[in-house]
């Protein structure tokens, strides 16, 4: 199946906020990481964390730990430049941290406006590992080409905090606890023996087909293999057949809109938050079917 890409450039002209437009350009050679960098610091704070909706539905200005998991994508996709903005981040996410290395899922919101009830109303006093394991799983990408985020002691302390939570999860977790943790343990693989054993148990609760219910989501909300596994060449793609891979790569390519974007198939909570996600999912469905040889 193939896909319009200048469509897909019309749309993001059209509709995707800055700094998706200039995350698009990447790879095409049309953006550069300076100019990707300068987009993200609209969203950055004087002590190192980012909010201002960052994380399209989070649109209250504080640091947040789930904006944070954002700026990391950001910074893999600059490399093999790096930022100082990333160990800065990294600084922020220590000082947040609870004392078992892990972070909550999100941290009192000084206005609710364009907010999800799930940010708004989030226990800040516990540690969250859907939050805690899609951030350093994200950091731990960017670790890979930039040694200060490598070496920080707060990626250390999470990595710790996220191979023991993930002990605890089986066939009753969250979809999205159950993706991130097997996103965490891809990521870490290569430096942390027990990932290997613990991505295999993980696997047994994902059915063959992929197809994960959303508990509490939009109604047939359902999380699929690329939701696990997006790219090739990855421990955790030896969860899912060739097949099923292929499929869900097809009905990934069959969901560009005719005005060329994708869109999202779970609740949003703003009109700026509904576009702002088309515009980040755009961005992501042409990476994934680009590394994966469908573009």
Same mark, same amino acid.
């Given at each position: ?30 953006? *550069? ?14 002590? %190192? ?16 730990? %789930?904006?944070?998991?954002? +700026? /990391? ?7 093999? +430049? ?22 909550? /899922? ?14 708004? %109303? +989030? ?60 996103? /965490? ?17 993980? %696997? ?15 109604? *047939? ?5 690329? *939701? ?22 097809? @009905? ?12 999202? *198939? ?7 938050? +509904? ?14 079917? @680009? ?5």
């Amino acid at each position: 199946m193939s896909i319009d890409l200048s469509a897909v450039s019309s749309f993001m002209a059209t509709h995707a906020r800055l700094l998706d437009r200039r995350r698009f350009g990447l790879p095409l050679g049309e953006s *550069d990481p300076a100019a990707v960098l300068v987009a993200l610091d609209g969203y950055r704070n004087p002590d %190192g964390g980012y909010g201002w909706g960052l994380e399209p539905d989070l649109r209250s200005p504080e640091s947040q730990p %789930g904006a944070a998991a954002h +700026a /990391f994508e950001v910074f893999e996709e600059i490399a093999p +430049a790096t930022a100082p903005q990333a160990t800065a981040l990294c600084d922020w996410l220590e000082s947040v941290s609870l004392p078992d290395g892990g972070l909550p /899922f999100a941290l009192p919101v000084t206005s609710s406006a364009g907010c999800a009830p799930w940010w708004a %109303g +989030a226990d800040t006093t516990v540690s969250s590992l859907q939050i805690t394991s899609v951030t350093a799983a994200a950091a731990l990408r960017v670790a890979a080409h930039d040694p200060a985020v490598a070496e920080h002691p707060w990626l250390d302390r999470a990595v710790r905090y996220c191979l023991a939570a993930v002990e605890k999860v089986d066939h009753t977790s969250h979809a999205y606890v159950l993706a991130f943790a097997v996103r /965490f343990l891809d990521a870490v693989h290569g430096t942390a023996p027990e990932a290997a054993g613990l991505l295999e148990r993980l %696997g047994e609760y994902i059915p063959a087909d992929g197809r994960v219910r959303v508990e509490g989501g939009a109604e *047939d909300e359902t999380l699929r293999p690329l *939701d696990f596994a997006p790219f090739p060449d990855r421990p955790a793609r030896a969860l899912f057949a060739q097949e099923v891979i292929d499929a869900d790569l097809d @009905r990934l390519a069959g969901l560009q809109r005719d005005d060329g974007g994708w869109t999202v *198939d779970y609740a949003t909570i703003s009109p700026a938050g +509904a576009l702002d996600w088309r515009g980040y999912t755009t961005v992501r469905a042409v990476e994934v079917l @680009r590394r994966n040889g469908r573009l």
